[in-house]
Each structure stands twice: as C-alpha cells, then as structure tokens.
C-alpha cells in the first residue's frame, strides 16, 4: 500500500524560509505524480496553493513555490508570514484515478 | 463565481446508509471530473472517491470501494455520495471538490459536510 510522507511539524521565523516535503514510502515522486499543495486553516475548507508540481493557483502569492527536490516534492514559502501559521497537505497521483494526500505538515511561525 | 454546497451529514448508527449531496454553481458542471475528500476529526485529508465529466467513470480508495457510490446528476448541477455499512472510521467531514482531470488536483473546494458514525 502506497504511503505519502510529510513532515508532521515545522516552525518557521516571521520572514523566514521553510521547505516542506512530500515523499513516497517506496520510489520516487515526480512530476508525473501531478504533486499539489493545500493549505489548511483550522475549521476551514483546504485552499489549492500548487498544482502540477510548481503552477501556482489564482491568487496565491509568489512567496509559495513548488518543486522536485531529489525524490520529493516540495512547498517553499519565502518570508514567512504570521497568516501562512496553517497545515499544509499534498496529493500525488498514482495513477488509474486514484490519489494519495500525505498526512499533512503543521507550520507554527514563531 | 465557483460555489460547491454539501448538505446531508448527520449522525447515523454503525452499519447505516446516508446520502450527501453537493450542489455545484459558477461554472459548467457537466465538463468537469469531481470528487469527494474527507477529514476525520484531527487528522489529515483523505482522498474518497473521483467521478468523470460524464459519470462514466468512476475510481474509489480501497477504505471505501464496494460500500460507498458516487454518482452524478448533470442536469440538476448536482454531486453525490451513497455511503452504506458506514463504520465509525467514517466519521469525518466530508468534502466536495471540482477536480481538472488533466492535472489532477482539486482547484474548488465546498465547505463540508459533517457526518458522525455512532450508537
């Protein structure tokens, strides 16, 4: 059964830089994995931050940016902000339909 | 302006059947693959169940293949989630989500429905 990895936890300073990955329990992701970044506030619906590995969504500030990073995907924020303090989740496509979000990454900024 | 709307989460006991609904505006529903994604309380997102354009296709997770059915209803602009032996694994808030099937991400999300397996 196939597993997508993320960090449970990350802190990051206020105008800071901190990069989240999302990895596979076994191989390696990349772009045709479709990896996408949601950002999560509490009692609030997910917002689509990336898509297709590193396209940002309408409306999302360039301080969010995606990539393959060795067997990872990852999510960059440069210059944190108090307001990015959400969780983060990613989705890979496996392919035949079905997709696989991570267990998501808590970001405090402090 | 894109607006999906579940309604139709409630508590129902182990072993029941309940139907959600997701009434979808702003854009031209019968083109689009949809889906459904659900949070159990405290955890993370899970993805459930991808329906076509058409409803010709469908593609469900494991933890819910042969008990749940998404279906659609393109005339009424409206998706849906049959969920029967619901377990209390199932409860979770449960969203719906219009999905660009090229790309393979979820670009609109509703706001959820809460549905809660419990005697």
């Known amino acids: 059964q196939t597993v997508v990895t993320q960090e449970p936890s990350f802190s990051v300073s206020p105008g800071g830089t901190v990069t989240l990955t999302c990895g596979l329990s076994s191989g390696s992701v990349s772009s045709s994995h479709y990896p996408s970044w949601y950002q999560q506030t509490p009692g609030q619906a997910p917002r689509t931050l990336i898509y297709?590995?590193?396209a940002r969504s309408s409306g999302v500030p360039d301080r969010f940016s995606g990539s393959i990073l060795g067997n990872k995907a990852a999510l960059t924020i440069t210059g944190a902000q108090a307001d990015d303090e959400s969780d983060y989740h990613c989705?890979?496509?496996?392919?035949?339909?079905?997709?696989?979000f991570g267990g998501g990454t808590k970001v405090t900024v402090l | 302006e894109v607006q999906l709307l579940e309604s139709g989460g409630s508590l129902v006991q182990p072993g029941g059947s309940l139907k959600l609904s997701c009434a979808a505006s702003g854009f031209t529903f019968s083109n689009y693959a949809m889906t459904w994604v659900r949070q159990a309380p405290g955890k993370g997102l899970e993805w459930v169940a991808l329906?076509?354009?058409?409803?010709?296709?469908?593609f469900y997770a494991d933890t819910v293949k042969g008990r749940f059915t998404i279906s659609r209803d393109n005339s009424k602009n409206t998706l849906y989630l049959q969920m029967n032996s619901l377990r209390a694994e199932d409860t979770a808030i449960y969203y719906c989500?219009?999905?660009?099937?090229?790309?393979?991400?979820?670009?609109?999300w509703g706001q959820g429905a809460l549905v809660t397996v419990s005697s």
């Open positions: 989705v890979l496509y496996m392919g035949s339909g079905i997709s696989v």
């Open positions: 297709r590995t590193n």
């Open positions: 989500a219009k999905q660009l099937w090229s790309a393979h991400f979820f670009d609109y």
């Open positions: 329906i076509g354009d058409s409803g010709g296709s469908t």
